[in-house]
């Protein structure tokens, strides 16, 4: 069993940024593939960005590439999403999610263990 804790949300202003950090707990947490993604109020759940076991390889959606950044420490058992250039659009409950293989995939069924989320709101 792999437990996820996502924290780093919060208010921030157009054009601000945010570091979202995951930390997992439970098996072997460097043999994973790890990734972000977002739910807006009213929308379907969204990839946001993903990270493969060594994090040598990195995926993003089109809407975030070059303001986010995916990053981890497996010596601190944690995934990071660091957003800059945030924008009202990127308002959203952020989850972080576990594959239980070493490479991402970009959909959300291929992910086995899932966090509660933290919630980033992005004022214009």
């Known amino acids: 069993q792999v437990q996820l804790v996502e924290s780093g949300g919060g208010l921030v202003q157009a054009g601000g940024s945010l570091r979202l950090s995951c930390l997992a707990s439970?098996?072997?947490?460097?043999?994973?593939?790890m990734g972000w993604f977002r739910q807006a109020p009213g929308k379907e759940r969204e990839f946001v960005a993903a990270?493969?076991?060594?994090?040598?390889?990195?995926y993003y959606a089109d809407s975030v590439k070059g303001r986010f950044t995916i990053s981890r420490d497996n010596a601190e058992n944690t995934v990071y999403l660091h957003m800059n250039s945030l924008k009202p659009e990127d308002t959203a409950v952020y989850h972080c999610?576990?594959?239980?293989?070493?490479?991402?995939?970009?959909?959300?069924?291929?992910?086995?263990?899932w966090g509660r989320g933290t919630q980033v709101t992005v004022s214009s």
């Open positions: 439970g098996r072997t947490f460097s043999t994973f593939a």
């Open positions: 990270i493969n076991w060594s994090g040598g390889n990195t």
């Open positions: 999610a576990a594959r239980v293989r070493p490479m991402y995939r970009d959909q959300a069924e291929e992910y086995d263990y």
